[in-house]
């Protein structure tokens, strides 16, 4: 091999743990890969690659990778034919021309993302405006009800995770943990070892209560009403910030009565806490400053009360005056961005069509009804993600065509697709990501594997087929990532200047949050009491709702391991060293609620409810509460449990273009040991 075919690419691993992601560097010879590793010179990872990071090396070259298109002329076989992409394209543009726009709809998952999400989210939306079809938004199955919460607050932007280490004397992490952020974890050893005082609050013991100097294990769900409860102590105590809830906040007077009833006493009813627990929590974060909530991105917004949760929580650094300040503040998470990027469609109007809004019920019933007849799914495997995965199934099997985009095939491809395509991998195309300090150039090492393509040229030939002209006007895709992040904050940085840099540059973009105290509300401060709230029918001040009844008694929960990233990769059993770590779905249960069933440690159990039921192993420990149950998303029949009802509704649905619809993926489940068979 000449010295020439050999070369080091530096690029960022294609899974998205926001607020973390990892530098990745690639050594290729002779236009394969030879070995992958975490880059030492990336300021965010510093040379970490977690296990599913290393393990995407083993995505190339393997057997079960998507190469060719494929379709299949009967959904009931398994019987598909290799065809060339002309015509898949075909098949495709004519069922799309049949039914019509409306009747098409378009939808991405972090697949779809893999090389950076604001072009394929922008191409996407593009597509979707010219056309004239129907395109949901990511945030829906993911922080769209968190950043509802913190949009009605205004806090939608957080401190680094650097200053964390640096300054934070309290750190909070209400609904985090390291499992689904390992970038955090050295910076709260950091800051732990300066003295800082770490609390955690979640529903199970966590990896980073195992970095805490208190847990504190409350019901899923009931975030609000410890929210509230500690706002009473800091209230009627006068723990707060007067200079700063002054100046900087509205509605602290309406707060101060609405309170009043939300005592520790109270709240220790909905959470499960001891009242004591409560007031001193409350106590010494008021007391610690800088203190820091590191606010969970997703997990613990996911039932019906979630956006309540981030809202209540949102209020706290404004009561105590921690916004805007070195160590205080909100810190790291999902969804949490610095940079701006440029929209490309700014100002480009959809045509006046009747479209499906961003929430999973209504997408349900328009495929049910026959209103939606094509689903275009680029990189998400849709039976995992959505909420009530049983409506989705019902839809989904009335459709005309399902096509999916993916490295592999996924379950959501085996049930219902006509059509699957062989996308290529984030080593096979140029991208870039951006953390909350640094933006990244990812670029392309790899000639792509047999005739799989990019999400973007498949959107290309799709516009070219069904006559949406100028639908890509741009000479190349870097010049589509030079338009994005023309902005200040990125200092207008190009592909050719990433590239001049060595492949990362830093953000223009404050430490702190917030230090010039204008908020991201109407009124420029933190709204205690949200006018705009009050225009789309909401609480004007935040409140708590408690669980709806249910005959079924354990609460279902979720988050992350290290070892899965969602249904990636075929719920990770293509490859062989996720495969081992991800053998079958593991429901954790506390020793009381499984001896009161009969469990023992490893029994194959039933989870069921009025919607459905899912296999799994149960994992008996003391990690979870009684009455709790808790499993890593990412399984196939998982939301066959969860609700999927709709949790804002109305004008509350398009009050932020950040964070939309999301619905309701709470469960109420029972268990029962699966007899063996025979
Ligand atoms: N019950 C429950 N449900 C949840 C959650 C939960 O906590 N509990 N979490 C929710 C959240 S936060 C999210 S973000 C969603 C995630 O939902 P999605 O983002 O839709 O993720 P997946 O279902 O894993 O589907 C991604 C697919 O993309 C494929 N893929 C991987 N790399 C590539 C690539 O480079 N190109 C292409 N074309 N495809 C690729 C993978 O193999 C996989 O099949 O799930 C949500 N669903
Ligand atoms: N390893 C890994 N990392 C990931 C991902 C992945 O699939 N795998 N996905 C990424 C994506 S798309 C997202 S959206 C983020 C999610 O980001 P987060 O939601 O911040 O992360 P999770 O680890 O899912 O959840 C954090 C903690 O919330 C807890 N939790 C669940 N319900 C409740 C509740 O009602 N109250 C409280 N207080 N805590 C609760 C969980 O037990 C968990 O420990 O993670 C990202 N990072
Ligand atoms: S934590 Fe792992 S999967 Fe996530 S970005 Fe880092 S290396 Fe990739
Ligand atoms: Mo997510």
Not at 30 to 58: H, I, M, Q, W, Y
Not at 189 to 213: L, P
Not at 673 to 678: F, H, K, V
């Amino acid at each position: 091999m000449s010295a020439v075919d050999a070369k080091i690419v530096r690029t960022m691993c294609p899974m998205n743990c926001h607020p973390t992601f990892c530098g990745m560097q690639v050594e290729v010879e002779g236009g394969r890969l030879k070995s992958l590793s975490g880059d030492k010179d990336n300021p965010d990872s510093a040379g970490f690659l977690c296990v599913r990071g290393r393990a995407t090396a083993e995505i190339f070259g393997n057997s079960k990778r998507l190469l060719y298109p494929q379709i299949r002329d009967d959904r009931r076989t398994d019987t598909w034919r290799r065809v060339s992409w002309d015509e898949a394209l075909d098949f495709m543009a004519k069922r799309m021309r049949s039914a019509g726009p409306e009747a098409v709809g378009l939808w991405a998952g972090h697949g779809g993302f893999t090389a950076g999400s604001a072009m394929t989210v922008q191409l996407m939306q593009r597509f979707a405006n010219m056309y004239g079809c129907q395109n949901w938004h990511p945030a829906m199955v993911c922080w769209g009800l968190g950043g509802f919460g913190v949009g009605l607050s205004g806090a939608l932007k957080v401190n680094t995770k650097e200053d964390m280490a640096e300054n934070s004397r309290m750190i909070v992490l209400w609904g985090a943990n390291i499992a689904s952020q390992p970038n955090t974890a050295r910076y709260i050893v950091a800051a732990r070892r300066r003295g800082a005082k770490v609390v955690a609050i979640d529903v199970r013991r966590t990896e980073a209560a195992a970095q805490s100097d208190e847990a504190l294990l409350i019901r899923p769900g009931s975030d609000a009403a410890l929210a509230l409860a500690v706002m009473h102590v800091i209230v009627t105590e006068k723990l707060y910030d007067a200079a700063f809830v002054e100046a900087h906040t509205v509605g602290f007077e309406e707060l101060s009565s609405h309170v009043l009833p939300f005592t520790p006493a109270w709240a220790a009813t909905q959470t499960g806490l001891e009242e004591g627990q409560i007031a001193s929590f409350a106590r010494a974060y008021a007391s610690t400053r800088p203190a820091m909530i590191l606010l969970g991105g997703s997990s613990m917004h996911k039932s019906a009360n979630g956006w309540n949760a981030a809202r209540a929580i949102s209020c706290l650094p404004a009561l105590t005056g921690n916004f805007g300040i070195a160590g205080g503040g909100l810190g790291p998470r999902h969804g949490a961005h610095s940079a701006t990027l440029r929209n490309l469609n700014a100002g480009m109007a959809r045509p006046p069509g009747n479209y499906v809004p961003d929430q999973m019920p209504d997408i349900a019933k328009a495929l049910s009804d026959g209103r939606l007849k094509v689903l275009l799914l680029l990189g998400t495997n849709m039976l995992s993600s959505f909420a009530d995965a049983g409506q989705i199934s019902h839809g989904l099997d009335k459709t005309d065509l399902v096509v999916c985009v993916d490295l592999f095939m996924n379950e959501t491809a085996r049930r219902f697709a006509d059509v699957v395509l062989p996308g290529t991998a984030w080593l096979e195309e140029l991208g870039f990501k951006v953390t909350n300090t640094h933006l990244y150039l990812m670029e392309r090492a790899l000639e792509r594997e047999g005739e799989t393509r990019p999400i973007h040229e498949i959107l290309k030939s799709l516009a070219e087929s069904v006559g949406v002209a100028d639908f890509f006007p741009w000479a190349s895709m870097e010049e589509v990532i030079d338009a994005i992040l023309n902005d200040a904050t990125t200092g207008h940085a190009t592909v050719g200047s990433l590239r001049a840099a060595g492949g990362f540059l830093p953000l223009n973009v404050s430490a702190i949050a917030y230090a010039d105290r204008k908020f991201d509300s109407p009124s420029g401060k933190i709204e205690f009491s949200s006018p705009q709230a009050a225009r789309v029918g909401l609480p004007p001040l935040p409140v708590h709702s408690d669980n709806q009844a249910s005959p079924y008694p354990l609460s279902l929960s979720f988050g992350r391991t290290l070892t899965h990233f969602h249904a990636f990769y075929d719920e990770g059993q293509a490859l062989p060293s996720l495969a081992k770590h991800n053998v079958a779905p593991q429901l954790l249960i506390s020793p009381v609620d499984a001896e009161a069933r009969q469990v023992a440690n490893g029994d194959a159990i039933r989870i069921y409810n009025e919607r459905g039921e899912f296999a799994a192993k149960a994992c008996v420990t003391g990690d979870v509460k009684p009455g709790v149950v808790w499993m890593r998303d990412g399984w196939v029949g998982l939301n066959h449990l969860t609700s999927g009802g709709a949790v804002l509704s109305g004008d509350a649905l398009s009050l932020f273009h950040f964070s939309v619809g999301q619905s309701d993926y709470g469960a109420r489940v029972e268990i029962a040991r699966r007899q063996a068979s025979p």
